[in-house]
């Protein structure tokens, strides 16, 4: 009966704090304000800075830089045009990278972003580099970290607010936070779902796009990665879309991304 009653609760809340996502427009669980996901990313980014080093490579951090601001322009940019600029507020751009060989980048809510040395090699040049930080940054622009914080909340600590959780273990939120982004995460939490994957990749192409980079060569990178990935699980055990299932989105989005680019 208590599992029955806890359940319910957990049903309820997630119902009840469903939103809909504008640039979007699919209904996503929504438990945790902008203003409180930027609060915490901001504190948790400054703490993974303090904890790792930052690249030595002057040319290679340059470019993350270089690439960071146009992808950011963009987003801007597209944001504007669509009447949805007030979803940027609070942001404080930045973009840092990491002396590490993981394959892995990541953006969170604010525009902080963090791109591994390792990654550089299969991106093997801007173009490629802009795929990585289009598809992170276009997560934080569809608040797929608020997503998942939420349904975090609502899973592991009955629905209580962020607020709340960091006001009673700032040690767990913190750490949640880190994990909703799959930095060093102890929680269990699964990565990205296929859907935000899917709305990351269409969203990413438009921004490397409107930056000034060729959306095709998103196909090549995504074939690098699935190449240094070695074999994959099925899809339908894997919460990211399988190899196949992306490079078809991709080709199904780029008529989309290509009306943005000019050469």
Known sequence: MYKKLIAFVVAVVMF???????????????????????????????????????????QATAMV??????????????????????ELQGFKWEYNLIADDQVNAFAMAGGKTVVYEGILPVAQNETGLAVVMGHEIAHAIAKHGSERMSQALAQQFGGQTLSALAGSQPGTATNLVMAVYGVGSQLGLLKYGRTQESEADRLGLIFMAMAGYNPQEAIPFWQRMEAKGGASPPEFLSTHPSAGTRQADLKKYMPEALQYYKK
């Open 65 to 86: 830089k270089r690439v960071g601001n146009r992808i950011k322009n963009a987003v801007e940019q597209y944001m504007a045009a669509n009447n949805l600029s007030s």
């Open 16 to 58: 009840v704090g469903c939103t809909t996502v504008p640039i979007t427009g699919r209904r996503q669980l929504s438990l945790v304000s902008e203003a409180e996901m930027q609060s915490m990313s901001y504190e948790a980014y400054n703490q993974f800075l303090r904890e790792n080093k930052l690249s030595n490579n002057a």
